[in-house]
């Protein structure tokens, strides 16, 4: 994939994009076809389309191109729709002021300023590293983050190791247990602390079970053994308060630990800007235009919360890029006037304001598995203003909502509470929880289960 570059930056452009993955890219189209002129994308990567162009697996782009694409292919057509759109890469943006005006760095030209009528924010997400989990332990080669190892096999094709361990069974951790094994390399199992998974189903079918790959839940890694190279790691089974039961540990002999142990918004600009910041999703708090609490700053993808697939990104992305150029043409939408609030099961959501007037979606996660809910919209007397029923929900996968102005008519503003709540099945009363069907992980040493 080559990536255009312009041989000179404008002086102005109406809107500029931070960050070339598909929610910069698809922002940045989107700000075009709503009327910005002139749009610009800085990416610190050598060429546009982010962490897309190291997933070489399908599963993308079901919901945004109707069909099934690797994550280079799902990049390829962003950056085939950015024409017009200029991508500067091997650059980065090193503040924006309260006027706009961004400043950038770039290989190519050094440093340089440019004014803005609008700026997405769009940087991604960073992993979790050994420093984040404490594991206690030496400090030896063979640790690698689940995403870096990806690059390491997947665009340089080096293997990390002969025999792995995986702490953590978010998505990229699954995925590169079923890659590490097509590979050649041996994975002795994906250890998740909590008691449920954190990867979708999807791929814990496809990456784990087709492969035989044992996943061990309410399991962690308490040490790390090794002086040049890892040589084996000990792990224990967690009580209900996620302390390890040491006296029930046994060691696992590898030279590679794969940590997949969750993401974080990338949003080291974001506090330059003193953006206010949600601090369960650690993203800038947004409007449902995704303007952040700086006039004319939007922010969108995980920059604002980790998404469980690109699609949802790519519509989030076309949201936050439409408002941008609307604003920088003089077209703002009108300010929200409903402030939601995160109640019962629900860990947070995504926007934090809506309007009455407008259709918006609004993206959430439940903090513990339930089968057969209701999602529910509170208003802050208790009245119940809108009911969902829902086969069931996961902390792994986002759940969605899509408001109509119909279903807030009889709403004028205020605050709303979002919850998930438990639904009784006919004949049990209030028996609402019969438990969700979670994977069952291998059985340990011993024959505890």
Same mark, same amino acid.
């Given at each position: 994939m080559i990536t255009a570059q312009p041989r000179h930056l404008r002086r102005r452009y109406d809107v500029v994009v931070v960050g070339g993955g598909p929610a910069g890219l698809e922002a940045a189209v989107a700000a075009q076809n709503a009327g910005a002129?002139?749009? *610009?994308?800085?990416?610190r990567e050598p060429e546009a389309g982010g962490i897309l162009l190291q997933c070489i697996h399908t599963g993308f782009g079901l919901h945004r191109f109707g069909a099934e694409l690797t994550g280079p292919e799902y990049a390829q057509r962003l950056v085939a729709q950015a024409q017009g759109v200029d991508i500067v890469a091997d650059a980065c943006v090193l503040d924006v002021d309260e006027q706009r005006r961004v400043k950038l760095m770039t290989t190519a030209s050094g440093i340089a300023t440019v004014d803005a009528g609008a700026v997405v924010l769009a940087m991604g997400a960073r992993e979790r590293t050994r420093a984040a989990a404490r594991i206690p332990g030496t400090r030896p080669a063979g640790i690698f983050t689940a995403g870096l190892a990806q690059r390491l096999v997947n665009l340089y094709g080096l293997m990390p190791g002969r025999r792995a361990a995986i702490l953590g069974s978010g998505d990229i951790g699954l995925i590169m247990a079923r890659r590490l094994v097509l590979e050649g390399v041996e994975v002795a199992g994906v250890?998740?602390?909590? +008691?449920h998974a954190n990867g979708l189903n999807r791929n814990i079918v496809q990456c784990l079970h087709d492969f035989?790959? +044992?996943?061990?839940?309410?399991?962690?890694?308490v040490e790390i053994h090794g002086h040049e190279r890892l040589e084996k790691v000990t792990v224990a089974p967690v009580d209900s308060t996620l302390? +390890?039961?040491?006296?029930? =540990?046994w060691e696992i002999p590898c030279d590679t630990l794969l940590l997949s142990i969750g993401l974080i918004p990338e949003n080291e600009l974001s506090g330059q800007l003193? *953006?206010?910041i949600d601090p369960a999703t650690r993203g800038p708090v947004v409007a449902s235009t995704m303007e952040c609490s700086r006039d004319g700053v939007f922010a969108c993808g995980n920059v604002v919360h980790i998404h469980d697939l690109v699609d949802f990104v790519s519509a989030e992305a076309m949201l936050a890029g439409t408002c941008a150029g609307r604003f920088a043409t003089a077209a703002p939408a009108p300010a929200d006037n409903v402030r939601l609030l995160p109640g019962e099961n629900v860990?947070?959501?995504v926007p934090h304001t809506i309007s009455t007037e407008r259709e918006q979606t609004v993206y959430l996660r439940t903090l513990r598995p339930l089968e057969s809910c209701e999602l529910r919209l509170v208003e802050a007397e208790g009245n119940v203003?809108?009911?969902?029923?829902?086969?069931?929900?996961? +902390? =792994?996968?986002m759940v969605t909502l899509k408001l109509r102005p119909a279903i807030l008519q009889k709403f004028h503003g205020g605050t709303l509470r979002v919850e998930l709540v438990p639904r009784a099945f006919p004949g049990q009363g209030d028996a609402a929880e019969p438990g969700f069907p979670l994977p069952a992980p291998d059985k340990r040493p011993g024959g505890e289960p």
């Open positions: 002129a002139q749009v *610009l994308v800085v990416d250890f998740e602390l909590m +008691p035989a790959i +044992p996943l061990y839940l309410s399991t962690t890694v302390q +390890p039961q040491l006296a029930q =540990a003193r *953006l206010r860990r947070y959501c203003l809108y009911t969902k029923r829902l086969r069931y929900v996961f +902390p =792994a996968e």
